[in-house]
């Protein structure tokens, strides 16, 4: 069974960058056909996917968080990241990590794929 867990900061001033890390368990980065996923969930609204990267290090981004996002991987540490930058308090939310089989949109939903528990993260002064 693949574990997957979010850690980082719970609080970010706004226009500072939100930095997350996710740790894997029970399964290799490296050598996998899996895509490992950023996605968020604000409150009261819905799943909202962020990136994916692929074991051979290329990243997908939702063009709408594409200019602040960037996404990175340590294979050796079976970890990947998550940083958004020049964040708001519109960015306050719970921010997920996965390990899906779709790159995007398609099928995103926590009943597909492995996801890690979340980890809330306010931003505010």
């Known amino acids: 069974q693949v574990l997957l867990k979010e850690s980082g900061s719970g609080l970010v001033k706004p226009s500072q960058t939100l930095s997350l890390t996710c740790t894997v368990s029970?399964?290799?980065?490296?050598?996998?056909?899996?895509?490992w996923s950023w996605s968020r969930q604000p409150p009261g609204k819905g799943l909202e996917w962020m990136g994916t990267?692929?074991?051979?290090?290329?990243?997908t981004y939702n063009p709408f968080f594409k200019s602040r996002t960037s996404i990175s991987s340590d294979t050796s540490k079976n970890q990947f990241t998550l940083q958004l930058s020049s964040v708001t308090p519109e960015d306050t939310a719970v921010y997920y990590c996965?390990?899906?089989?779709?790159?995007?949109?398609?099928?995103?939903?926590?009943?597909?794929?492995?996801w890690g528990q979340g980890t809330q993260v306010t931003v505010s002064s």
């Open positions: 996965a390990r899906r089989m779709n790159p995007g949109n398609a099928r995103l939903s926590l009943e597909y794929g492995d």
């Open positions: 029970g399964d290799s980065m490296a050598t996998n056909s899996y895509y």
């Open positions: 990267i692929t074991s051979s290090g290329f990243t």
